[in-house]
Every structure is written in C-alpha cells, then in structure tokens.
C-alpha cells in the first residue's frame, strides 16, 4: 500500500514565525500536492510538484513556498504564517500525469496560527 | 475552467438503506476522469472509486457504483445498504490536464450521516 506520511497531526504556532510542514511519500510517485481544506470550501490546491526541483502554482498560492529537493520529500512552507492561514493541510501524491491511479492521501495537519 | 458542484451539504439514510450523493461537473476537455473520496472524522482522505470519460460502463466497487450520465455531466456515487459506518465527508473530483502534469478539482463535499 501507498503511504503517504504528514510530520505532524497537530501544529500551534504564533503569528509572523516561519512554519514547515513536511510529507513523504514511500512508493516513488512522481507528482506530490499541497492542499488546505476549510469548511465549506472544500480542498483547495496551494502548489504541486511533478518532478524533483519543479513546482506549480496551484489555485491558492499566495503566502506559501514549496521544497522538492528529492523525489519522496515535499515540504510546504509558510514564510511569515498569519491567522487566515489556520486550516487543516493535506499531502497527497499519484503515480505519473497519464495514469489512472489516484492521489494518495496523508492523514493531515491541523495547523492554528495564533 | 473546470468546475465541480456536490448540492448536497448533508445527507441522512437509515442502515441498510441505498443512498445517491450528486455530482455534476464542467468541462470542455473530451477526456477526464471523475473520482470519489471518503473522509471520516479522522480526517483522513480515503479513495472509493474512479470513472474514465470513455469507459463505456459505469464503475462500480463492492458497495459503491458511479451512475456517470455523460451527457448530463453528472457522476453521482451510489451506496448501496448503507452502514454506520459510512458516516463521513464524501468528495467528488474531476481529473484535468495540463502540460506535463495532471491536477484535481475538488467539489465541495456532502457530509453523509447513517442512523441505526
């Protein structure tokens, strides 16, 4: 089975600190994703990556950074975390752009920036 | 742009019942894929079944079947003799692609509830 790995469940940080949330993926998947989920808003994709040292903007990039310096690691990073980017954060990663196969989640990081 | 659309913010089925969750989507691409995720309260996100744009028959997978009505653009999942269990967040997505990499489309989610 596909595990998809978030370093944490539950993070607290303060207003302005610079935040990383880290996520590993252990079966060599190429493409790996970066989401916030709020209520009623579903997921929202931030950044994603398709290959190591590459990124993409996703729908809501503003006030986040990514990291891909080796195929099983993508790092979300918030420069300078602010209240409104409180939420729970999902890691996910698929086989390649052609497969069928779907985005393997991880369990997710409740994040609060007070 | 493509866009995904759940109407239902809740459901409610008793156990054993049948229940469909709508989805309807927008595309101008031929080829998509549609997928159905599952999210308990633990919050993990849990893959239940996918839907290609030129499959000629409807998914299906153990209790979940996708009633994909392509003319309508609608993938509504279907779960038959609901459980306790499959109280959860339910999430349609839809497949698009870009130049070198494929990406998802969330819809917002229905929550599902299933009583004794």
């Known amino acids: 089975d596909v595990k998809v790995t978030q370093s944490s469940r539950y993070l607290v940080k303060r207003t302005g600190e610079k935040v990383f949330l880290e996520c590993v993926q252990d079966m060599d998947h190429e493409n790996m994703f970066w989401y916030r989920q709020d209520p009623g808003l579903g997921l929202r994709l931030i950044y994603f990556s398709y290959d190591v040292k590459m990124k993409e903007k996703g729908d809501i990039p503003e006030g986040y950074s990514v990291s891909r310096e080796k195929k099983e690691r993508f790092s979300l990073i918030l420069e300078s975390a602010s209240t409104n980017q409180t939420s729970m954060y999902l890691c996910?990663?698929?086989?390649?752009?052609?497969?069928?196969?779907?985005?393997?989640f991880g369990d997710g990081t409740r994040l609060s920036i007070l | 742009a493509q866009k995904i659309t759940q109407t239902q913010p809740g459901m409610f089925v008793q156990e054993k019942e049948a229940v469909t969750l709508d989805c309807t989507y927008d595309t101008s691409d031929p080829s998509y894929g549609l997928f159905w995720y599952k999210q308990p309260s633990s919050g993990e996100m849990i893959f239940l079944i996918y839907q290609g744009s030129y499959d000629q028959q409807n998914a299906t997978e153990g209790r979940y079947s996708l009633n994909f009505q392509k003319a309508r653009k609608s993938a509504n999942l279907v779960i038959s003799a609901s459980q306790l269990g499959d109280s959860a967040m339910y999430f349609c997505a839809m497949r698009q692609w870009g130049s070198g990499y494929s990406t998802l489309t969330f819809g917002k989610g229905t929550m599902l509830l299933v009583s004794p």
């Open positions: 996910a990663s698929s086989l390649d752009r052609d497969s069928n196969q779907p985005q393997h």
